[in-house]
């Protein structure tokens, strides 16, 4: 089943000609490949979901370190400081939010894998960011979110697997996701090793 934007998100035309040249080779090597528009639970939701996951992250990461944390925050780095003390805020109430919504996640899962053996996605809406990061605020406006494919299947626990497909015209570099049923690495290590060997084999230019 090949997943274009999960009803949540605008994938750059470059990163939407890799998942159609991946479900290519798919086809052209025997498998039933099948376009589906299903959409995440609550698209509409989709960013309060994800910031709410965010959150739970933070404050598990709290917990570890609360003791260091409380009496030594000047040693963090101000970002991470800032992450541990919003996620040390939360709430039942947000908790409660969260795991309803990983629930809603693990029956939206199980349902496109009782019809397909594979999901193949992009792995991000867009190619390579700046190496100093996204700009998260121009994200969420032009719906391209770096990790709208992957924190749904890191939420689902399925396993999925990156793999590269090729430079963009601007020379940055593009990838597809697979993501397969739980346990059923054998599928997913097979599909990402015919996509790998389709693909051209990329050297770093170096100036003279």
């Known amino acids: 089943g090949v997943l274009h934007t999960l009803g949540v998100t605008n994938p750059q035309a470059e990163t939407l000609r890799a998942v159609d040249d991946a479900a290519g080779t798919l086809r052209d090597h025997g498998h039933e490949v099948a376009d589906d528009d299903t959409t995440l639970p609550d698209p509409e939701n989709f960013p309060h979901a994800l ?3 965010q959150q739970v992250l933070a ?3 709290f917990l570890d370190c609360r003791d260091v944390f409380t ?3 000047g040693d963090f780095e101000p970002w991470f400081a800032n992450a541990l003390e919003h996620g040390s805020r939360i709430t039942a109430d947000e908790f409660a939010q969260y795991w309803t919504h990983r629930a809603r996640l693990n029956l939206w899962a199980a349902d496109l894998f009782s019809r397909y053996d594979l999901l193949l996605t992009p792995t991000v809406p867009s190619t390579a960011w700046p190496a100093e990061g996204p700009d998260l ?3 969420l406006r032009d719906r391209t979110l770096p990790v709208a494919f992957t924190s749904v299947f890191n939420d689902t626990g399925n396993p999925a697997i990156s793999i590269p497909a090729g430079l963009a015209p ?3 570099p593009r990838s597809v996701q697979l993501v397969a049923p739980h346990h059923r690495e054998d599928l997913l290590i097979g599909a990402a090793a015919l996509l790998e060997q389709a693909q051209d084999t990329l050297h770093p230019t170096l100036e003279p």
């Open 137 to 139: 605020e121009a994200a």
């Open 51 to 53: 910031r709410l996951r």
């Open 71 to 73: 009496a030594r925050r």
């Open 170 to 172: 601007d020379g940055l």
């Open 59 to 61: 404050y598990n990461r």
